[in-house]
């Protein structure tokens, strides 16, 4: 029997380079639009085409099948402008088939002579995740383009394709990893499969609740103790020969969220699968720190559990030693993300001694309410690794914004009974970095919180509804920046 999950890895179309146009394949035009409204826009076949920043129009005639438009020309317009262009060209050969046409697997695109390496960048982005798909179905799933050809003389071409399509497939596998639905994804799912597609530079240890127990993971252990499912604590390493600089990165992986005890709304408790997107995007960013070869050392720790309702749940008041023997006051058992990544950040760093340390949560809806759906929220105890981070998420196309660590509310995380406070109310999001400061021992680190970015509900850019993959092209950037 056919297994309906789709697999991971996903498999991404081909992008190939080529010297000069094909016969008998179908092309796509690239189109900028006119510099001022007064210029009438281009009509060919009778089909208008504005050249806005994804406008694909499909023309009749034998020319060029789509005309795509790239707007003023910017990078990120190529990325808008590649991934609308895959989608249009699926659409097409999905309505061809339909029609009991012959299915076409190729399509050409010229590269115009202004692209620069930072434009074929981009658009290599938009076309290979603009048709990303993650559907459980027991049909057959509609055709795909399988390859676009890029036509240009650039000798860089096919080094900016395969760095770009590293790049991708850092999206793409967090991607699928957060669509998973949770009756699949355990927490020793997430853990396996991570050290699967891990790569063979790439070393991995799963750590079982047992080894937990044994080493004081409070944090963990209380979270993922609801569960008929126990916890595990993934721990993943790339040692390059000659790497002067470590780099931890911590994720959080919680398999599924209901709140606990403190339990969630029904509406909107679905999306809780994705609420490991943080993990994943580790997970993601060191295979593809590893398959191009960065010269830094990166240690990647995933603290999965799945926080769940029973009689062996953790509950409001209890308090928690975390690795390492600092204790916190829980206030409420759904700010579980901040629990197991304490345990994870001071494992981390008494372990392997990092000279940067960024973790990666799903952590707060502060976020969402502050920066809305697109933009990730970054803390940082460093200024130097903060502009690196922004800068880095630039670069691919990810946007961040830095936001306060506010030493006037540094105090509330003190606590009363405990050591610290694990919501003390207050701006969530600040206080949750509050939070995990604590457990950073003084050492450059940062904090991304993407609880808005990693969902979506719609089509934007590259960008396809359900989780996004955000976070892991920037942490590959940033690897590649510190290398």
């Not at 920066?371 to 130097?384: I, N, P, V, W």
């Amino acid at each position: 029997m056919r297994n309906p999950l789709p697999p991971v890895p996903a498999t991404l179309l081909d992008i190939e380079v080529a010297g000069e146009l094909r016969r008998g394949v179908p092309t796509a035009r690239l189109v900028a639009a006119p510099d001022n409204d007064d210029v009438e826009p281009l009509e060919i076949e009778g089909v208008r085409i504005t050249g806005k920043a994804g406008d694909v129009q499909t023309v009749p005639g034998t020319g060029p099948r789509w005309i795509a438009g790239i707007g003023g020309g910017e990078p990120k317009e190529y990325r808008k402008t590649g991934a609308a262009l895959v989608r249009a060209v699926n659409a097409a050969l999905a309505e061809d088939v339909d029609h009991g046409g012959k299915a076409f697997r190729a399509v050409e695109l010229e590269l115009p002579e202004e692209a620069s390496g930072e434009h074929v960048t981009e658009l290599a982005l938009g076309l290979l995740l603009g048709g990303y798909r993650y559907k459980v179905t027991g049909e057959d799933p509609k055709p795909s383009v399988r390859t676009i050809r890029l036509v240009g003389d650039d000798p860089a071409l096919a080094s900016l394709v395969d760095r770009a399509a590293v790049l991708a497939a850092a999206t793409a596998l967090t991607r699928d990893l957060a669509n998973t639905p949770s009756n699949v994804k355990t927490p020793a799912w997430l853990a396996d499969t991570a050290a699967r597609v891990a790569g063979p530079r790439v070393e991995v240890t799963v750590r079982d609740e047992k080894w937990l127990a044994a080493e004081g993971f409070g944090g963990v252990l209380a979270v993922g103790g609801g569960s008929a499912r126990p916890p595990r604590l993934l721990e993943m390493t790339y040692k390059p020969a000659g790497a002067s600089r470590h780099l931890l990165l911590v994720g959080k992986g919680i398999t599924f969220d209901t709140g606990g005890l403190s339990i969630k709304p029904a509406d909107g408790m679905h999306l809780m699968r994705t609420d490991m997107a943080g993990g994943a995007a580790v997970i993601a960013a060191i295979r593809g720190i590893a398959a191009l070869g960065l010269g830094v050392r990166v240690t990647a720790l995933v603290p999965c559990a799945e926080n769940h309702v029973s009689g062996s749940s953790y509950r409001p008041g209890d308090i928690v030693r975390h690795y390492g023997g600092k204790t916190t006051e829980v206030d409420n058992t759904d700010a579980e993300g901040r629990m197991v990544l304490a345990d994870a950040l001071v494992y981390g760093i008494k372990r392997f001694t990092p000279d940067y340390v960024v973790d990666a949560a799903t952590l707060t809806g502060a976020m969402k309410v502050s920066l809305g759906l697109r933009t990730g929220g970054l803390f940082a105890s460093d200024d130097t690794l903060a502009a690196l981070v922004a800068a880095a998420g630039s670069r691919v196309g990810e946007a961040w914004w830095r936001m306060p660590l506010v030493e006037d509310y540094a105090e509330s995380v003190r606590g009363e009974f405990g050591d610290v406070r694990q919501m003390p109310g207050g701006p969530g999001g600040i206080a949750a970095a509050l939070f995990l400061r604590e457990f950073t021992s003084g050492l450059p680190w940062a904090h991304l919180d993407i609880a808005g970015p990693a969902r979506s509900e719609k089509n934007y850019d590259e960008v396809v509804p359900g989780a996004t993959g955000f976070a892991a092209r920037t942490l590959v950037e940033l690897a590649a920046s510190l290398a």
